[in-house]
């Protein structure tokens, strides 16, 4: 018999059938009988338990198993016995009758059909060459997304938006003139106390909409507007502060620019600031401004033939007369500021430090040029002479706010507006003490050769900048920087299209070579094109830097390195004291969670071990004078560094207290070492050989700040003869941390878009190394930059310029604009920018710093056919 019930490989073959099998028939006499044993006949040999049960020997079929145990029954001794007397009584067989027929029937056979061997063949050649084709496709496809992904064609998954894109807007930013109340009844509509609940417009402001909605014939209140000299802590300087008025025009003495006007209070609900503190830098909290009060006096609101620049003919104009009262509307198209500001300075010459006689200005805006050097020389030299306290001429120290633009800058109404006010919120209200320049960069000097051709240099000037502002214009190039600062090896870490002395890498060397070039400045502003501020500069500016001088030196670069959020931190005293406790204790952060775990590397006290260059076991040491770089081959002209006056223990927070700082930034200054900035080993020349390193660095984003003479020349010298230089976020804070200068970050009031939770934000923007904003891989400056976009204050911010031009009176993403401003919408429920009732006027904003702010493009309406009025000017006003 076969191994297999059926055989596979046997061809079928017609079979006869079988005889049926007899059973014989036991009486019941031959169970009881006992017949001795003897051997079985042939014939019953031959239908034996083995035979009968079985098909066919050859098939290698098996016997079911209830015939087996049948068949084994008839084994028993009786019927053996019975059997055996039987066969040897009577050869003979019994008679048929005594015998039952049985048809039996065997098991169903079972075949598989066995193809043929032709076609098998077929079908492991098609199977082959299947697996062969799918090995070439998936070798083939590998090389073509590494190819994809070395040329930066790789299609990403979108990520998953962030979660503060989830919170809701804020609406209340766009309130208007009409809602404005004092800022004592204001309730903000963020941030908002856990059990305040959410915000929503009372019920009052919504019956009033709908009043304002039924009754057309009701004229609405707009609230009198005052001049911003009237506020009583505005920081502009007075006549009885021994300044001389500053005027436009020499032909005109009383020609003298209008002041801007603000409205007490805030539209009602409008949200509190979220970093920085009003209260702290001494700015108008309760007063907002609106933009006819901003920008009026500087051709805003009325037509070309008039003077102006014919914007503000659109939207809301209640109440605009009033921005020009008495002084009615200056004409601003014969205006030259160049000239405007020597006028200014010589009128106030006694107040400052003598001028540096020089036989042959530079390129650009000079502001002693043609003045009567000579006489301010004597006075310099009789004060000499004269008792002490009794001098002629003044010690006031100039700074000079420079602008950086380039030739190819397109000028718009709204750039004129904004330069005119940083001209005259500046250097007009303050005596001369500010001189406004612009710093302008020509980007193809192969076509424009202005270092071999006076007449070109003058010419590219006439070509590219508004002839009010030619006078005030400095060029410099790419080309002039490479001259200068030669020797410098390019890392080249943003590619061979961005060299180190080009415009977005080496824009500080523009900067540092001005300085060096204008010996009579002590402090230079760098400021940008698109910044916009909604309160007066000079007002600004002014408290920014007074309050810079007051700061102690004691923790001011670990305060420096954080944001300061009032709603979470307290007051500055209370932020002060967890940015010292932070710093010297540690926090445990995402690089130092598993510091304390046995046998970790960075449990061991004992041995340096970090996390991004720091001690993640401990806190850091506070930085106290000087941090120089590691190789002394990379200290340069360090003699004349500060140095503290006693140990940082010791210190009472005395020292650096009436120090001008000779770096103040708007943004902090954070360690990059470690994060996720993509520029933060951008720095070159320095010795790194020997496990050194990058040399200790810090950094602000935004380049706009104050930096002082001493600070700008160690700069330039250190570029120039070091062969030192750091991206221009960069290199300033790391030059004043290396020399010992006083840095201190300035934190301005900022708002954000949506309703971020407080704590959560706080622990977003100092998730850093300590408590701070950098220093670790979880820092938000690098990959988690985004979460800033929604800021009235950073680089890529999308906020400010939505928010700018909402106030200006655009329409943005289909909201906002005249119709807006003007008519209330019932269907609205005020719970997003989109769904506002509106009809409240033109939107009114506080005092706040907004960046970027670029290409606002304004109606314009010339107004050729209107008659121009003849100005008479109030010798009152």
């Known amino acids: 018999m076969g191994l297999l019930p059926f055989n596979l490989f046997r061809a079928r073959e017609t079979k006869e059938p079988k005889l049926p099998v007899y059973h014989e028939i036991s009486s019941a006499s031959s169970s009881r009988t006992r017949i001795p044993c003897t051997p079985r006949s042939p014939t019953k040999e031959h239908y034996s338990d083995a035979d009968e049960f079985s098909d066919d020997s050859d098939d290698g079929d098996t016997t079911d198993s209830s015939i087996s145990s049948s068949g084994s029954s008839r084994r028993t001794s009786s019927s053996a016995a019975s059997a055996a007397s039987a066969a040897s009584a009577a050869p003979l067989m019994l008679p048929r009758k005594r015998f039952q027929v049985v048809a039996r029937r065997g098991p169903v056979r079972r075949y598989l059909y066995r193809l043929p061997n032709k076609i098998v063949r077929y079908l492991c050649f098609a199977m082959i060459s299947t697996i062969i084709i799918f090995i070439f496709v998936l070798v083939r496809a590998s090389q073509v997304e590494n190819r994809r992904i070395a040329e930066g064609k790789i299609e990403k998954k979108p990520a998953d938006p962030p979660p503060w894109e989830q919170f809701d807007f804020l609406t209340r930013y766009y309130g208007g003139i009409q809602s404005v109340i004092p800022l004592a009844n204001n309730t903000p509509q963020y941030p ?13 402001q919504q019956q009033q909409h709908g009043q304002q909605q039924q009754d057309q014939d009701i004229e609405h209140s707009v609230p009198p507007s005052k001049a911003f000299t009237e506020y009583a802590t505005a920081g502009i300087p007075k006549s009885e502060d021994g300044i001389s008025e500053c005027y436009v025009d020499d032909t005109k003495p009383l020609l003298k620019v209008p002041p801007i006007r603000y409205l007490e209070g805030r539209p009602d609900g409008f949200p509190d600031h979220i970093l920085g503190s009003y209260e702290l830098l001494s700015l108008p909290e309760d007063i907002c401004f609106d933009r006819f009060g901003r920008y009026g006096p500087y051709g805003y609101g009325y037509s070309v033939r008039m003077g102006g620049l014919g914007l503000g003919e659109h939207g809301d104009q209640e109440g605009a007369d009033a921005v020009w009262g008495s002084a009615k509307q ?3 198209r014969a205006v030259n500021w160049a000239d405007v500001q020597r006028r200014c300075f010589n009128a106030n010459a006694a107040r400052f430090q003598p001028l540096a006689v020089r036989d042959t200005p530079p390129h650009g805006f000079y502001i002693g040029e043609g003045l009567k050097l000579s006489k301010l020389a004597a006075r310099a030299s009789a004060d000499e ?12 120290p100039r700074t000079a706010v420079v602008l950086r633009c380039w030739d190819e800058f397109v000028w718009r109404e709204e750039d004129i507006l904004n330069l005119r006010a940083l001209i005259a919120e500046l250097s007009l209200a303050s005596g001369g003490r500010y001189d406004v320049h612009l710093l302008v960069q020509v980007r193809d000097d192969a076509k424009n050769p202005i270092w071999a051709d006076d007449d070109t240099y003058r010419s590219r000037i006439n070509e590219t900048i508004p002839e009010e502002f030619r006078g005030i214009a400095t060029l410099w190039s790419v080309t002039q920087m490479l001259a200068v600062y030669q020797g410098l090896l390019d890392l080249y870490t943003r590619g061979p299209d961005l060299p180190v002395h080009g415009s977005y890498r080496g824009l500080q060397m523009a900067m540092q070579h001005f300085a060096y070039n204008h010996p009579e400045y002590e402090h230079f502003w760098q400021w940008e094109m698109d910044i916009r501020y909604t309160g007066h500069y000079h007002d600004l500016f002014s408290k920014l830097e007074s309050w810079a001088k007051t700061q102690p030196r004691k923790g001011l670069w670990e305060r420096n390195a954080r944001f300061y959020m009032p709603h979470v931190h307290g007051s500055w005293e209370d932020f002060k004291q967890m940015a010292r406790v932070q710093t010297e204790h540690g926090t445990v952060g995402p690089d130092n969670l598993w510091h304390t775990v046995p046998g970790s590397k960075l449990s061991d006290a004992n041995k340096p071990s970090s996390v991004h260059g720091f001690q993640a076991s401990r806190g850091e040491q506070s930085v106290w004078g000087p941090q120089r770089p590691l190789s002394e081959n990379d200290w340069f002209e360090h003699e004349a560094d500060p140095v503290p006056p006693t140990t940082y223990e010791r210190d009472q927070h005395t020292w650096g207290v009436g120090e001008e700082a000779d770096l103040l930034t708007l943004s902090p200054m954070f360690n990059p070492d470690g994060t996720g900035w993509k520029l933060a080993d951008d720095i070159t020349g320095y010795n790194e050989t020997g496990g050194i390193g990058k040399p200790p660095r ?27 230089h750091a991206f221009p976020e960069m290199w300033p804070a790391t030059v004043a941390l290396h020399h010992g200068l006083k840095a ?6 900022v708002y954000v878009d949506r309703a971020w939770p407080p704590e959560y934000m706080a622990r977003v923007l100092n998730g850093g190394r300590n408590g701070a904003s950098g220093g670790a891989r979880t820092s938000v400056f690098g990959d988690r930059e985004h979460n800033m976009r929604g800021l009235t204050w950073y680089y890529n911010a999308g906020f400010s310029g939505n928010l700018y031009r909402r106030w200006m009176g655009l329409r943005v993403n289909n909201d906002g604009g005249e119709e807006f401003e003007t008519t ?11 769904t506002m009732r509106g009809g409240e006027g033109r939107m009114c904003l506080p005092p706040m710093l907004l960046h970027p702010v670029k290409e606002v493009e304004l109606p314009v309406d010339s107004d050729e056919g209107q008659e121009m009025a003849v100005f008479e000017s109030d010798p009152a006003a």
Do not use: N
Request: glycine fraction near 6%; charged fraction near 25%.
């Open 192 to 204: 908002r106390l856990e059990e305040e609940g959410p915000y929503s417009a009372s019920r009052q």
């Open 330 to 332: 200056l004409d601003w």
């Open 385 to 396: 002479a004269q008792p002490s306290g009794q001098k002629l001429q003044g010690d006031v």
């Open 698 to 724: 810090r950094a602000q984003i935004i380049t706009a700040s104050r930096m002082s003479r001493r600070l700008l020349l160690a700069m330039h010298r250190e570029t120039a003869f070091k062969k030192h």
């Open 744 to 749: 201190v970050y300035a934190p301005h009031p």
């Open 824 to 834: 209330v919408d019932q269907s609205g429920d005020d719970l997003a920018p989109g």
